[in-house]
């Protein structure tokens, strides 16, 4: 395997007076999953709004394929093939399912082939083929979910973000939701999973990083998935 | 009805075709306000300027065609340069400090036009022949307010056009919902913003070839009156979306239109009393807009 494909080396994230994220390091390198878990506050979104650009980040660095991505404007970000799926979502109500697809467009590095891309996407999530004409407003939450995954597979990028996929959703959406990330590991991109359930994600990832005050605490493997005395210890540490 | 109120079928045709000068300039504010959630308070300027270039035309004994074309470029330049030297520098500042730059830009432009073409301003004479009457089932309509009804209606038509069929249409539209989700999935902001831009100083240049018709003497403060009624004409209707902000604009150019010609001659100073009066109205019974459904934003 190649080097990482995204690489965070002692981030620091400060809102005014409160510091978010203090000398965060991961890496994720392609195919890999790796898991943000922590409290509330602990700075899992907040390292996830810097990669992307829309944190105020004041120090270390964040490098994809070893380019530098500090400073430059989120759109470039994406167009350099990273994409997020936002925490809520954030999909286009007032807009088709179609045209939020066409919107992830946006962030691709070629050109042509669109069709094609979006029936990669459609395999993996059948339901966004399916009501590709609906106003994506009319969408329930799971199937928003779905959409706003597929809206950021278009862009064909070499990391994905994603900001707790499983917020608020019914165990069966979420039990999707985790299937497509296996499959989208399989396709060769580096994930970075920032999840509330943490169980759940310390399963499926690769490794998961425990943050508490912006601090990485602990890495734990799939292994430790079942020990719950120390997913609470990590939590509580 | 008609009758009663003293309004003839001239004065309602003159109405549509005012709401529908107002519509167009609506549209305008509206896409800008759209992608930078600011009211650029200097687009009767651009408007004013659109208009001084067809007065030089006309002093000068250029052809019509010519004539407009300077108008457009005139418009077009001076719009790139507010997004260079203004907009882009200031977009990621408060929507105050914005809001406030575009007052600046707005009295510049007045300032630069008083200068130099004087407070008693030109003539842009080449088109005043559209202000003559063609009789349509023995009523008397002025040209101008036929081509301005058709220019209007193809306008809004290639608007739709390029917001709903073409992919930087979709863009806007994602930009004015959602900007950073937008920059996010890839959307570049300064091309979104600059298309924007280009596109409402299009319109501000048909804005003004229609206004100079109607009214041919073209000083600093041209168009100043139209832009506050076309602005209290957005709020009414909603600006947060370029429907209801058309609507808003329209409404409001076909009341003050229908006023104008409702009112007696010895009144009609009483017109800007009556207008805003209702538009204060509107607001206190539907804050978010006559015709805005679903949630607000933040308004400047």
Request: proline residues 4%; hydrophobic residues 55%.
């Amino acid at each position: 395997m190649s080097g990482p494909a995204l690489e965070v080396k002692g981030l620091d994230v400060r809102y005014g007076g409160v510091q978010a994220v203090r000398g965060l390091s991961l890496t994720v390198a392609p195919g890999e999953i790796v898991g943000l878990i922590g409290a509330n506050g602990a700075g899992k979104s907040s390292t996830l709004h810097a990669i992307m650009g829309v944190a105020p980040v004041t120090g270390g660095e964040i490098a994809l394929g070893g380019r530098s991505l500090r400073g430059r404007s989120p759109e470039h970000i994406a167009r350099s093939g990273v994409a997020l799926v936002p925490e809520g979502r954030r999909i286009f109500a007032e807009l088709t399912v179609e045209e939020n697809l066409r919107l992830g467009l946006a962030g691709r590095r070629g050109r042509g082939g669109a069709a094609a891309l979006f029936e990669s996407v459609f395999e993996l999530f059948p339901m966004v083929k399916q009501f590709r004409r609906r106003h994506a407003g009319a969408l329930s939450g799971g199937q928003q979910q779905q959409l706003a995954i597929a809206r950021a597979l278009v862009a064909e990028p070499d990391v994905l973000l994603l900001d707790e996929p499983s917020l608020g959703l019914a165990p069966t959406v979420v039990d999707v939701v985790f299937e497509a990330l296996a499959a989208i590991r399989e396709r060769g991109l580096a994930v970075l999973l920032v999840e509330q359930r943490a169980q759940r994600t310390v399963a499926a990832a690769d490794r998961s990083h425990v943050l508490a005050n912006g601090e990485l605490r602990l890495t734990l493997g799939p292994e430790d998935a079942d020990d719950t005395e120390k997913l609470v210890g990590a939590y509580f540490s | 009805m008609l009758a009663v109120w003293n309004i003839d079928w001239q004065t309602l045709v003159d109405a549509v075709a005012q709401g529908a000068i107002y519509a167009l300039m609506a549209v305008g504010i509206g896409l800008v306000f759209g992608v930078l959630r600011l009211v650029n308070f200097a687009y009767g300027q651009l408007v004013m300027a659109g208009a001084f270039a067809l007065a030089l035309a006309s002093q000068w004994g250029w052809p019509n065609w010519a004539g407009i074309l300077l108008c457009f470029a005139a418009v077009l330049a001076l719009s790139l340069l507010e997004d260079r030297l203004v907009f882009r520098p200031l977009r990621g500042h408060s929507p105050a400090v914005m809001l406030v730059a575009t007052f600046a830009v707005a009295f510049l432009l007045q300032s630069v036009a008083l200068l130099w073409f004087g407070p008693l301003g030109k003539i842009a004479s080449s088109l005043a022949y559209l202000n003559r009457p063609v009789t349509v089932s023995g009523v008397d309509i002025r040209k101008i307010t036929i081509v301005a009804i058709v220019a209007v209606a193809i306008c809004l038509v290639l608007l739709f056009v390029l917001l709903e069929r073409t992919t930087i249409g979709l863009h806007m539209r994602a930009a004015s919902m959602d900007f950073e989700t937008a920059r996010m999935l890839g959307v570049r902001a300064d091309r979104v913003i600059t298309f924007a831009v280009v596109v409402s100083g299009l319109l501000a240049a048909v804005v003004a070839v229609m206004l100079t018709v109607q009214t041919p003497l073209v000083t600093p403060d041209f168009a100043l009156r139209d832009t506050i009624v076309v602005l209290a004409g957005v709020v009414v209707g909603g600006m947060n979306r370029p429907i209801p902000a058309t609507l808003g604009g329209f409404a409001i150019g076909f009341a003050d239109g229908l006023l104008g010609g409702a009112l007696p001659t010895n009144q009609s100073q009483y017109l800007p009393s009556f207008l805003f009066a209702a538009v204060i109205l509107v607001l206190l019974v539907r804050p978010r807009g006559l015709f805005t459904f679903g949630k607000t934003v933040e308004r400047v």
